[in-house]
Nanobody
Framework: VQLQASGGGLVQAGGSLRLSCAAS????????AGWFRQPPGKEREFVAGITRSGGSTYYGDSVKGRFTISRDNAKNTVILQMNSLKPEDTAVYYC?????????????????WGQGTLVTVSS
């Protein structure tokens, strides 16, 4: 499956952004999905995950209550709605997909990755 992330940009602290991940090539509902991010000079970290059906979600501690992951399997897309953004949310955001059942916060359990989209939050 091929993934294409979009929606990044520059936003002020307290603002919102909506990231989209478009999937192609395979039946997207056969894959769990997730978002990861890599801040400048830091390791890649888990942001949010969602099961194949969209019935279960999981969030990294730093984004709980501010970010929401969702998916539309009819449109082969995964959305990350980001609210109350903080400067520390600045990072390149990646969408990813995994063929295994269930949720995972480990990047090595995702087989497919998009190219990343840059989110910059100014103070």
């Amino acid at each position: 499956v091929q993934l294409q992330a979009s929606g990044g940009g520059l936003v002020q602290a307290g603002g919102s952004l909506r990231l989209s991940c478009a999937a192609s090539g395979r039946t997207f509902r056969d894959y769990g999905a997730g978002w990861f991010r890599q801040p400048p000079g830091k390791e890649r970290e888990f942001v949010a995950g969602i099961t194949r059906s969209g019935g279960s979600t999981y969030y990294g501690d730093s984004v709980k209550g501010r970010f929401t992951i969702s998916r539309d399997n009819a449109k082969n897309t995964v959305i990350l709605q980001m609210n109350s953004l903080k400067p520390e949310d600045t990072a390149v955001y990646y969408c990813a997909a995994r063929a295994r059942w269930g949720l995972s916060s480990y990047s090595y359990e995702y087989e497919y990755w998009g190219q990343g989209t840059l989110v910059t939050v100014s103070s």
